[in-house]
């Protein structure tokens, strides 16, 4: 984003004659400049070349209140960032393959900064950890990462007083979908959840886990009548409590998961499908302005909803 500033400079018109000399003004000329603004978020995308990391590149710049600072990927090193999201014009900020040299550049500006991780499990904490010595907190969106480095990261966020957000997911519609599976829960004794992607992946999904895992331990049993049930192709049993997950994997398929409750007479669907990576960034924009704030670890983009 970038702020205006302006000079107001009216101009004079002196004319002379046998009568007192009068001053005649017209309507001021207006000189503006656009200079970038000192307060907005400064945001560093690690992971700028995926395709998520592209879509958040141009999901920020058009954000109010922040702006692209830095990219970091092994992949397109020294090429623009805005020449590889395909934007009009070029953003001047080269992808580089270096978090630390990146990190350090911005932190002399001495501004607020956030660091998006799209990265893998295994360099995520250290990724985080950088971040905080630089001064900067870290949103984190990266699938299957394990329990044990939330519960690290946690345990140095907290001693650092830096803020760190870890999202299993940015799609609000998705967790959406989650709460409303928690409400249904408590009303029926019977749900199964069935999963869809066009390409293999590791399944059961974060989404379906996450749901899953929502619906343990509320005190419910689902599935009396066939949660001892052996046979492979029902499906995978998460938790003690009988929720089975099936996925599918068919080229052309969306993104789908489907939640389904039951009780004799009557069944009751929830869904959500996501067609395009687009729908994460409301999610990612949220999570940005939220970070800003934080001196510890949060788990989970819904504690902002």
Same mark, same amino acid.
């Given at each position: 984003?970038?702020?205006?500033?302006?000079?107001?400079?009216?101009?004079?018109?002196?004319?002379?004659?046998?009568?007192?000399?009068?001053?005649?003004?017209?309507?001021?000329?207006?000189?503006?400049?656009?200079?970038?603004?000192?307060?907005?978020?400064?945001?560093?995308?690690?992971?700028?070349?995926?395709?998520?990391?592209?879509?958040?590149?141009?999901?920020?710049?058009?954000?109010?209140?922040?702006?692209?600072?830095?990219?970091?990927?092994?992949?397109?090193?020294?090429?623009?960032?805005?020449?590889?999201?395909?934007?009009?014009?070029?953003?001047?900020?080269?992808?580089?393959?270096?978090?630390?040299?990146?990190?350090?550049?911005?932190?002399?500006?001495?501004?607020?900064?956030?660091?998006?991780?799209?990265?893998?499990?295994?360099?995520?904490?250290?990724?985080?950890?950088?971040?905080?010595?630089?001064?900067?907190?870290?949103?984190?969106?990266?699938?299957?990462?394990?329990?044990?480095?939330?519960?690290?990261?946690?345990?140095?966020?907290?001693? &650092?007083?830096?803020?760190? %957000?870890?999202?299993?997911?940015?799609? +609000?519609? #998705?967790?959406? =979908?989650?709460?409303?599976?928690? $409400?249904?829960?408590?009303?029926?004794?019977?749900?199964?959840?069935?999963?869809?992607?066009?390409?293999?992946?590791?399944?059961?999904?974060?989404?379906?886990?996450?749901?899953?895992?929502?619906?343990?331990?509320?005190?419910?049993?689902?599935?009396?009548?066939?949660?001892?049930?052996?046979?492979? &192709?029902?499906?995978?049993? %998460?938790?003690?409590?009988?929720?089975? +997950?099936? #996925?599918?994997? =068919?080229?052309?398929?969306?993104? $789908?998961?489907?939640?389904?409750?039951?009780?004799?007479?009557?069944?009751?669907?929830?869904?959500?499908?996501?067609?395009?990576?687009?729908?994460?960034?409301?999610?990612?924009?949220?999570?940005?302005?939220?970070?800003?704030?934080?001196?510890?670890?949060?788990?989970?983009?819904?504690?902002?909803?």
């Amino acid at each position: 984003m970038a702020a205006s500033s302006c000079q107001f400079q009216p101009t004079y018109y002196i004319s002379h004659n046998v009568r007192p000399i009068k001053v005649k003004k017209t309507k001021p000329f207006i000189c503006c400049s656009v200079q970038p603004s000192q307060n907005n978020v400064k945001v560093i995308i690690n992971g700028a070349a995926k395709e998520i990391g592209r879509a958040a590149v141009i999901a920020v710049t058009k954000a109010r209140g922040m702006e692209v600072a830095g990219a970091v990927d092994s992949n397109f090193v020294g090429q623009d960032i805005g020449q590889v999201c395909d934007m009009e014009e070029p953003l001047e900020i080269p992808i580089i393959n270096d978090l630390t040299m990146v990190l350090g550049s911005i932190s002399q500006s001495k501004a607020t900064g956030v660091v998006i991780d799209f990265t893998d499990p295994s360099t995520v904490y250290d990724n985080v950890k950088q971040a905080t010595a630089f001064g900067m907190n870290s949103v984190v969106y990266v699938p299957r990462i394990k329990q044990e480095t939330v519960m690290a990261l946690s345990m140095f966020c907290e001693k &650092a007083s830096m803020g760190c %957000l870890v999202a299993p997911t940015l799609s +609000i519609g #998705s967790i959406l =979908l989650q709460q409303a599976a928690i $409400s249904a829960s408590f009303h029926y004794n019977n749900v199964e959840i069935v999963e869809s992607r066009a390409n293999a992946v590791d399944f059961p999904t974060q989404d379906a886990v996450q749901i899953a895992n929502n619906l343990s331990n509320l005190g419910q049993l689902y599935n009396r009548d066939d949660i001892s049930t052996d046979i492979p &192709a029902r499906g995978q049993v %998460l938790g003690e409590d009988g929720v089975r +997950i099936h #996925s599918l994997v =068919l080229p052309g398929l969306p993104s $789908s998961t489907s939640v389904y409750f039951s009780r004799p007479g009557e069944v009751y669907t929830l869904k959500h499908d996501i067609t395009d990576v687009q729908c994460l960034m409301p999610g990612l924009i949220l999570a940005i302005r939220k970070v800003v704030r934080l001196k510890n670890l949060v788990y989970g983009l819904e504690k902002f909803l």
